[in-house]
């Protein structure tokens, strides 16, 4: 626990890089807390606007705002003046975290490991956990209860895998990788050829790739290559409950909010956001920095820094004029009856 020096608005600011505007009510603040929910002794932050009619009902003393926020703090709190609140939050909060749970370097005497498996001396392995033959697993990762490890799979330096994770044979998970409960890396991809006799399933003899720093939520999956290597890029962030298909390539610090479905062998570019339940089908290239918005549906290629809408995927511009022309529908619709009634009038005369 840091030493009660460290939790005065002063310490606190002086973490932030930040400017303390006002004189805050108390001498140590022992929390942190949003803005609805903080007490007398706890600091918060104003990153939007539209939350600032809570400042005036917080309780907080120490609120951390915008460098140029207009207003000056009230009596009884303090600002804290500074150039991205919620960051300088999450970096405020840390210091108020109880310590995570206890995950001393071993392996549980319940836990299942072959014989050939390289785990790290300074790795963790939890109770029921399996670990299959070759496994090779790095220093510092924690591997929680449940979680399977499949044949000559690799799990490089300060992984955290949680409950029952799946990471199947050969698949390869880079440095400092979060993968929450319930996530598959490297199942069969979906790969069939038809015809008049059914389905007949395509081997799938690939493996998956998770660069280094990446998170992935809980039950998402990523699908093992038919030839080759699914990847996700450096840096990328995927939220719950996502599907990436077999052959996909994802650059650098993507962010795949939940429930966004990307078809077989399609290529993300770097810095690309898909938002909640956007769909990307197959085979197509999306180019760096484009962005597509919640439940959009891409059918073609997209070019760097485009920002689509809709089903299917338009350019933000010509989105927003069909919507309007949508909207006038019924008034065109009464106009035409209008025009077609005095049409049919004249032609009685």
């Known amino acids: 626990m840091s030493q009660p020096s460290l939790f005065t608005p002063a310490a606190l600011a002086a973490k932030t890089a930040g400017r303390l505007d006002g004189l805050c009510p108390v001498e140590t603040i022992t929390g ?26 917080t309780q907080a ?6 460098v140029d926020y207009p207003e000056p703090p009230p009596q009884g709190k303090a ?8 960051k300088a939050f999450t970096a405020l909060v840390m210091l108020f975290a109880p310590p995570p749970p206890a995950r001393p370097a071993g392996i549980h005497l319940a836990a299942v490991v072959d014989a050939t498996a390289r785990i790290a001396a300074s790795a963790h392995i939890g109770a029921c956990a399996v670990i299959a033959a070759n496994a090779v697993i790095g ?11 499949g044949e000559n799979a690799v799990i490089g330096d300060d992984c955290l895998i949680y409950p029952n994770v799946t990471i199947r044979e050969r698949c390869i998970i880079g440095q400092r990788v979060i993968l929450h409960p319930g996530v598959v890396i490297g199942a069969d991809g979906f790969g069939y050829d ?8 395509i081997p799938q003899l690939g493996i998956v790739e998770i660069g280094d720093d990446v998170e992935i939520g809980a039950n998402s999956c990523v699908d093992r290559a038919r030839f080759g290597v699914t ?29 966004v479905g990307i078809a077989g062998s399609t290529t993300i570019g770097n810095g690309v956001v898909l ?5 990307v089908v197959g085979h197509l290239k999306v180019g ?27 350019d933000r511009r010509e989105f927003a004029r069909d919507a309007m022309f949508i909207r006038k529908l019924p008034e065109i619709c009464a106009t035409l009856k209008k025009l077609q009634s005095e049409l049919d009038a004249l032609k009685k005369q």
């Open 32 to 57: 942190a807390a949003s803005l609805a929910d903080a007490g007398p002794t706890d600091v918060t932050f104003l990153a939007n606007e539209k939350y600032g009619h809570l400042l005036s009902a």
């Open 61 to 66: 003393p120490l609120v951390l705002v915008p």
């Open 79 to 86: 600002w804290v003046r500074c150039q991205n609140p919620s």
């Open 139 to 149: 220093e510092r990762t924690i591997v929680m209860p449940g979680t399977f490890i």
């Open 194 to 201: 038809s015809d008049a006799t059914g389905h007949s399933k």
């Open 231 to 259: 990847r996700i890029g450096d840096g990328t962030k995927i939220d719950n409950l996502v599907q990436i298909g077999h052959n996909v390539v994802t650059g650098k610090a993507c962010m795949i909010v939940a429930q």
């Open 275 to 279: 938002a909640g339940q956007a769909g």
């Open 288 to 314: 760096d920095g484009a962005i597509v918005m919640a439940k959009a549906g891409v059918t073609k290629d997209l070019p760097p820094k485009a920002v689509v809408f809709g089903m299917p995927a338009a």
